[in-house]
């Protein structure tokens, strides 16, 4: 059986490149997706043509009817697919969102069922030079051709490219043409088959109470001790806050309700400033902080009106702005959403983030953390069962990954980090059989590729995101790309003045390549004359050595410093400041030293990208039992580790007789 799983495993989450052009190369969607695609497309076709011969002109129109009656039948699937509280995910234990592409593929499946129907009829009227004669006199084949005309639009603008246009205007339209396409449907249809029109309107209207019914429940009834209560407004208030790269912090303190998890993401209104919106957003917190928070990157429609507020409020006189913060933005809020597998089953944990991602692996991260500190003392940190089941972790060795364009990046995850980072010393100095290994991989920065001018020292602290309170700090010196960098992590308590003990102390590495940047930007290919590392890091333990990195337009840096001589000069400067690598500094390292253990620091920052095959079949070979991969991030990313996990699992022999343990696979993308 395992075998058997672990095989099926293998062929549904393979997929393969279709296209290539220049640099750009496009993929399949996953076996998996296309075996029940062509599944569905088979029953359909053999239900519309069986035992009817379609070469034989005195069948057309009983094939006309036939595929009628079973476009008809699709209606309440193409409906039970697109609801967010529906019968099918329920029973499959599926959100939402991993349905909708089904959605719309049956419904392109009704749509060629639709155009089959037409077809014969127009086939069968062709003969007798009679379409347009039915066309301008006969109501029901008008009403027909007005549903097929509608049906034509919803399935074209349906498609990624055009409904990312305007996602805000495609989600009114659709609304509005599914409506249209329904009424046409029901005016067409016979009496006698009106049913079927009327249980996928059903299954909306049930789908649209749920929702209203959680909605008005998290928004107007729960309050904090899970009482029912009526409330003066049926709004939370929320914080906008300005954070580094166009990033928006969302922030709800206290609020009445507590029941989601980590990984799961809600709906967000704030009529005030996106009039008649909701979005969805991935909460950025864990019901034990005692808030709920989002992280939104700024792109266009309400992220942009958000990051604008944020800012106007920032620039306001310090009075001014502690008192519209007291007040907040009325916000309604709907969820949560997503489902995930329970991460704590697992021996050992992958995630990896590109970008905003990690407001999807961040909370899992922690909320495993979490549960090993809410057993550490059961059976000295063993884990055990009964005792953790439903509240503890089986997990033991956690790997996370994180990749970022600039350091500003990952400030607004630094301090989750420092407090992992700090609590797994906790929980392995009290003898804890626990690890977690972080790296951020940093693909494109100024301060990295800039000219030895701009290096200065930085300080770089927990509230660079705003948080209330200072809970620790990390001094980076930043000098150019290439040369060394003096990092000191210290830690305070936020409300004592004394410093935390050794174990406490959390160490941040930077392992940069030797990246050369041009004072000059016309030898320079990314933003503002900065140099952006395409190398790819095969082995992180090595990354310490010189590699050659080479900017995004794929030139050689040590080329264009040559070709310039001001460049040559600034790097000819930069090199004499370079002659050791980076090593950890500090009392968090010294400590290290002391005490004999490794070098890798908590947090290692490794300028280029990863190479996730490699780092995926390192946490494989240390595993003890099943393991689980977790990616959230572009469609490239998420098509690199899942064929990773393919190629990892064929070429290990999993549950094949190599007591190589199952993988789990769970991906996440950006898209909608």
Same mark, same amino acid.
């Given at each position: 059986?395992?075998?058997?799983?672990?095989?099926?495993?293998?062929?549904?989450?393979?997929?393969?490149?279709?296209?290539?052009?220049?640099?750009?190369? *496009?993929?399949?969607?996953?076996?998996?997706?296309?075996?029940?695609?062509?599944?569905?497309?088979?029953?359909?076709?053999?239900?519309?043509?069986?035992?009817?011969?379609?070469?034989?002109?005195?069948?057309?129109?009983?094939?006309?009817?036939?595929?009628?009656?079973?476009?008809?039948?699709?209606?309440?699937?193409?409906?039970?697919?697109?609801?967010?509280?529906?019968?099918?995910?329920?029973?499959?234990?599926?959100?939402?969102?991993?349905?909708?592409?089904?959605?719309?593929?049956?419904?392109?499946?009704?749509?060629?069922?639709?155009?089959?129907?037409?077809?014969?009829?127009?086939?069968?009227?062709?003969?007798?030079?009679?379409?347009?004669?039915?066309?301008?006199?006969?109501?029901?084949?008008?009403?027909?051709?007005?549903?097929?005309?509608?049906?034509? *639009?919803?399935?074209?603008?349906?498609?990624?490219?055009?409904?990312?246009?305007?996602?805000?205007?495609?989600?009114?339209?659709?609304?509005?043409?599914?409506?249209?396409?329904?009424?046409?449907?029901?005016?067409?249809?016979?009496?006698?088959?009106?049913?079927?029109?009327?249980?996928?309107?059903?299954?909306?209207?049930?789908?649209?109470?749920?929702?209203?019914?959680?909605?008005?429940?998290?928004?107007?009834?729960?309050?904090?001790?899970?009482?029912?209560?009526?409330?003066?407004?049926?709004?939370?208030?929320?914080?906008?806050?300005?954070?580094?790269?166009?990033?928006?912090?969302?922030?709800?303190?206290?609020?009445?309700?507590?029941?989601?998890?980590?990984?799961?993401?809600?709906?967000?209104?704030?009529?005030?400033?996106?009039?008649?919106?909701?979005?969805?957003?991935?909460?950025?917190?864990?019901?034990?902080?005692?808030?709920?928070?989002?992280?939104?990157?700024?792109?266009?429609?309400?992220?942009?009106?958000?990051?604008?507020?944020?800012?106007?409020?920032?620039?306001?006189?310090?009075?001014?702005?502690?008192?519209?913060?007291?007040?907040?933005?009325?916000?309604?809020?709907?969820?949560?959403?997503?489902?995930?597998?329970?991460?704590?089953?697992?021996?050992?944990?992958?995630?990896?983030?590109?970008?905003?991602?990690?407001?999807?692996?961040?909370?899992?991260?922690?909320?495993?953390?979490?549960?090993?500190?809410?057993?550490?003392?059961?059976?000295?940190?063993?884990?055990?069962?009964?005792?953790?089941?439903?509240?503890?972790?089986?997990?033991?060795?956690?790997?996370?990954?994180?990749?970022?364009?600039?350091?500003?990046?990952?400030?607004?995850?630094?301090?989750?980090?420092?407090?992992?980072?700090?609590?797994?010393?906790?929980?392995?100095?009290?003898?804890?059989?626990?690890?977690?290994?972080?790296?951020?991989?940093?693909?494109?920065?100024?301060?990295?590729?800039?000219?030895?001018?701009?290096?200065?020292?930085?300080?770089?602290?927990?509230?660079?995101?705003?948080?209330?309170?200072?809970?620790?700090?990390?001094?980076?010196?930043?000098?150019?790309?290439?040369?060394?960098?003096?990092?000191?992590?210290?830690?305070?308590?936020?409300?004592?003045?004394?410093?935390?003990?050794?174990?406490?102390?959390?160490?941040?590495?930077?392992?940069?390549?030797?990246?050369?940047?041009?004072?000059?930007?016309?030898?320079?290919?990314?933003?503002?004359?900065?140099?952006?590392?395409?190398?790819?890091?095969?082995?992180?333990?090595?990354?310490?050595?010189?590699?050659?990195?080479?900017?995004?337009?794929?030139?050689?840096?040590?080329?264009?410093?040559?070709?310039?001589?001001?460049?040559?000069?600034?790097?000819?400067?930069?090199?004499?400041?370079?002659?050791?690598?980076?090593?950890?500094?500090?009392?968090?390292?010294?400590?290290?030293?002391?005490?004999?253990?490794?070098?890798?620091?908590?947090?290692?920052?490794?300028?280029?990208?990863?190479?996730?095959?490699?780092?995926?079949?390192?946490?494989?070979?240390?595993?003890?039992?099943?393991?689980?991969?977790?990616?959230?991030?572009?469609?490239?990313?998420?098509?690199?580790?899942?064929?990773?996990?393919?190629?990892?699992?064929?070429?290990?022999?999993?549950?094949?007789?190599?007591?190589?343990?199952?993988?789990?696979?769970?991906?996440?993308?950006?898209?909608?």
């Amino acid at each position: 059986m395992a075998t058997t799983a672990a095989i099926i495993r293998e062929l549904m989450h393979g997929s393969y490149p279709l296209v290539f052009f220049e640099r750009k190369h *496009w993929r399949s969607p996953t076996l998996g997706r296309i075996s029940i695609v062509i599944a569905e497309l088979i029953l359909v076709l053999v239900l519309c043509f069986y035992r009817l011969n379609p070469h034989d002109q005195w069948q057309w129109e009983d094939i006309g009817y036939r595929t009628g009656f079973i476009a008809t039948a699709q209606l309440p699937l193409v409906v039970l697919l697109a609801g967010k509280r529906n019968i099918i995910g329920w029973l499959t234990g599926t959100s939402y969102e991993r349905l909708n592409w089904l959605h719309r593929w049956v419904s392109r499946i009704l749509f060629l069922t639709v155009t089959i129907h037409m077809g014969f009829w127009f086939v069968d009227w062709a003969r007798y030079d009679y379409i347009m004669v039915k066309l301008t006199t006969d109501a029901i084949t008008q009403r027909g051709f007005a549903a097929w005309c509608i049906l034509l *639009w919803i399935v074209l603008s349906s498609f990624a490219p055009i409904r990312r246009l305007n996602y805000e205007f495609f989600v009114a339209q659709h609304i509005v043409t599914f409506i249209g396409f329904f009424a046409a449907v029901y005016l067409h249809l016979p009496q006698e088959v009106k049913v079927w029109i009327w249980i996928p309107i059903g299954f909306f209207i049930l789908d649209r109470v749920l929702r209203a019914g959680s909605t008005l429940l998290i928004n107007f009834l729960l309050s904090k001790d899970r009482k029912i209560r009526f409330s003066r407004r049926c709004t939370h208030r929320a914080t906008f806050e300005p954070l580094t790269g166009d990033t928006t912090r969302i922030t709800i303190a206290n609020p009445p309700f507590r029941h989601w998890k980590a990984g799961q993401h809600m709906f967000v209104s704030c009529h005030g400033l996106a009039p008649l919106q909701a979005h969805p957003f991935t909460i950025a917190s864990l019901p034990s902080d005692g808030k709920l928070e989002f992280i939104v990157k700024m792109k266009s429609g309400s992220t942009k009106r958000f990051f604008r507020h944020a800012e106007k409020a920032q620039s306001l006189p310090i009075a001014s702005r502690e008192a519209r913060q007291r007040e907040g933005q009325s916000v309604i809020l709907e969820g949560p959403y997503g489902r995930i597998r329970p991460l704590r089953q697992f021996d050992s944990v992958f995630l990896i983030a590109g970008g905003s991602g990690a407001t999807f692996t961040v909370p899992l991260l922690r909320d495993l953390v979490f549960r090993w500190w809410k057993h550490k003392n059961n059976r000295k940190c063993g884990f055990t069962p009964p005792v953790f089941a439903f509240d503890g972790a089986a997990t033991r060795f956690i790997r996370f990954v994180w990749i970022v364009k600039s350091q500003q990046q990952q400030d607004c995850f630094r301090s989750q980090l420092l407090d992992v980072a700090a609590d797994v010393r906790k929980l392995k100095s009290q003898g804890c059989d626990v690890e977690v290994e972080m790296s951020i991989y940093v693909t494109c920065d100024e301060t990295l590729g800039g000219d030895a001018s701009r290096a200065g020292s930085v300080i770089m602290n927990k509230r660079s995101c705003g948080d209330a309170s200072p809970a620790g700090s990390i001094t980076m010196n930043k000098r150019s790309c290439g040369n060394n960098i003096n990092e000191t992590a210290t830690a305070q308590s936020s409300t004592k003045t004394f410093e935390k003990s050794p174990d406490d102390m959390v160490s941040i590495r930077s392992t940069l390549s030797n990246c050369e940047s041009s004072v000059d930007a016309i030898t320079s290919c990314g933003p503002n004359g900065t140099c952006c590392c395409m190398q790819t890091v095969e082995d992180e333990g090595k990354a310490l050595e010189r590699i050659q990195c080479q900017c995004n337009c794929g030139t050689d840096r040590s080329q264009a410093v040559q070709d310039n001589p001001v460049s040559k000069e600034a790097s000819s400067e930069r090199s004499a400041q370079s002659s050791s690598l980076p090593t950890i500094v500090g009392e968090a390292a010294e400590d290290n030293n002391i005490k004999g253990s490794p070098q890798r620091p908590d947090i290692a920052m490794v300028s280029g990208r990863p190479q996730p095959r490699s780092l995926i079949r390192k946490m494989l070979e240390q595993a003890l039992g099943e393991s689980a991969v977790v990616v959230c991030g572009p469609q490239g990313l998420t098509d690199d580790v899942r064929q990773s996990v393919v190629w990892l699992s064929n070429d290990r022999a999993v549950h094949k007789g190599t007591g190589a343990q199952g993988i789990y696979l769970h991906t996440e993308s950006f898209d909608y």
